[in-house]
C-alpha cells in the first residue's frame, strides 16, 4: 500500500509556472506506475501526465508546457508546468497503481492523494 501526499499549488498568473510535487510512502515506490490528473469545478477528472520510465505521455492540453518526472530516491513524482493558461485551474491529484505500465484511465488506479488547487488567473 502507499500513500500520497502532494504539493506545490497555488495562485499563479497567466503564462507563469509552478511545479508540484507528490509524495509517496512505503518502501516500494518503484513498484507502482504514477501518474497526475486533474479536476476543474462542474467537470469530470482528466488525465494529464503519466511516466512510464522510458516514455512520458501527456494530453494534449498540456503537451509541450508540462513536465512529469520521478526521482524514486526521494519517491517522489513531479510535474513541472510552464506557460499556465486560466484553463489550467483545478485540483490536481497525483495517482498510483502497483504495475509497471502507467495506464491513462483514472479507474485503474488504486491510490490517490488528497489534491493540490492550481488557480491561474488572467
Known amino acids: 500500500q502507499v500513500q500520497l501526499v502532494e504539493s506545490g499549488g497555488g495562485l499563479v498568473q497567466a503564462g507563469g509556472s509552478l511545479r508540484l510535487s507528490c509524495a509517496a510512502s512505503g518502501r516500494t515506490f518503484s513498484s507502482y506506475a504514477m501518474g497526475w490528473f486533474r479536476q476543474a469545478p462542474g467537470k469530470e477528472r482528466e488525465f494529464v501526465a503519466r511516466?512510464?520510465?522510458?516514455?512520458?505521455y501527456y494530453a494534449d492540453s498540456v503537451k509541450g508546457r508540462f513536465t512529469i518526472s520521478r526521482d524514486n530516491a526521494k519517491n517522489t513524482v513531479y510535474l513541472q508546468m510552464n506557460s499556465l493558461k486560466p484553463e489550467d485551474t483545478a485540483v490536481y491529484y497525483c495517482?498510483?497503481?502497483?504495475?509497471?505500465?502507467?495506464?491513462?484511465?483514472?479507474?485503474?488506479?488504486?491510490?490517490w492523494g488528497q489534491g493540490t488547487q492550481v488557480t491561474v488567473s488572467s
Open positions: 495517482a498510483a497503481v502497483l504495475r509497471s505500465w502507467p495506464p491513462r484511465s483514472l479507474h485503474e488506479y488504486d491510490y
Open positions: 511516466w512510464s520510465g522510458i516514455s512520458t
